[in-house]
């Protein structure tokens, strides 16, 4: 199976920051990453497809990009209800990894 | 509107069964795949596997397989999860979801999910 790896595990910052969440795929997976958005209690949300397509009605200040093996999230202009953990995973291959999560911290 | 509602909450001892549903509404049933997702306690998110209603091929994590069967039915919409040989480790919220793509051979993202059933293995 593919490995998905994210890097920071743990992120903190004010709110009107811009932040940015690295995954890092153990093989070449084209542009077939999604990111997801989860709050506690709730089920994930997707945000971003295909690397870098936003979802319907997904704020434009998180955006993606990458392709092949590295891929970034970045939110500008941190709002307060940004605050949560966020999982990039992959598509490309026959199962859908998922990395093990970055959680977003207010400062 | 889209709506993937699935089965209440389990409490089974090691070594059982459990068998998990997710009926959906609000879209052509066979036209989207459907994955599970699991999370155990303060844990990250897990894909379990995936079906297509349309094809009826299924795809498991390596983790999974031999312990995980995932069926559908296409009279009443839904998709079911059983996962066998329980253990203390599989105490988990299991989620389903559905896929964004039309017609896929294998999972892609996805746009819609179930609320989630807590599966708690107990003796």
């Known amino acids: 199976d593919i490995q998905m790896t994210q890097s920071p595990s743990t992120l903190s910052a004010f709110v009107g920051d811009g932040v940015t969440i690295t995954c890092r795929a153990s093989?070449?997976?084209?542009?077939?990453l999604a990111w997801y958005q989860q709050k506690p209690g709730k089920a994930p949300k997707l945000l971003i497809y295909?690397?870098?397509i936003l979802e319907n009605g997904v704020p434009s200040r998180f955006s993606g990009s990458g392709s092949g093996t590295e891929f970034t999230l970045t939110i500008t202009s941190l709002q307060p209800e940004d605050f949560a953990t966020y999982y990039c995973?992959?598509?490309?291959?026959?199962?859908?990894?998922f990395g093990q999560g970055t959680k977003l911290e207010i400062k | 509107q889209v709506q993937l509602v699935q089965s209440g909450a389990e409490v089974r001892e090691p070594g059982a069964s459990v068998k998990v549903s997710c009926k959906a509404s609000?879209?052509?049933?066979?036209?989207?795949?459907i994955s599970w997702v699991r999370q155990a306690p303060g844990q990250g998110v897990e894909w379990m596997g995936w079906?297509?209603?349309?094809?009826?091929?299924?795809n498991y994590a390596q983790k999974f397989h031999g312990r995980v069967t995932m069926t559908t039915d296409i009279s009443t919409s839904t998709v079911y999860m059983e996962l066998r040989y329980l253990s203390f480790d599989d105490t988990a919220l299991y989620y389903c979801?559905?896929?964004?793509?039309?017609?896929?051979?294998?999972?892609?993202?996805?746009?819609?999910w179930g609320q989630g059933t807590q599966v708690t293995v107990s003796s």
């Open positions: 295909k690397a870098s």
């Open positions: 609000g879209y052509g049933f066979t036209s989207n795949g």
């Open positions: 995973q992959q598509y490309n291959s026959d199962s859908g990894t």
């Open positions: 093989q070449t997976i084209g542009s077939w």
């Open positions: 079906i297509s209603p349309y094809y009826g091929n299924t």
């Open positions: 979801a559905r896929d964004v793509g039309l017609y896929s051979t294998r999972t892609s993202c996805y746009d819609f």
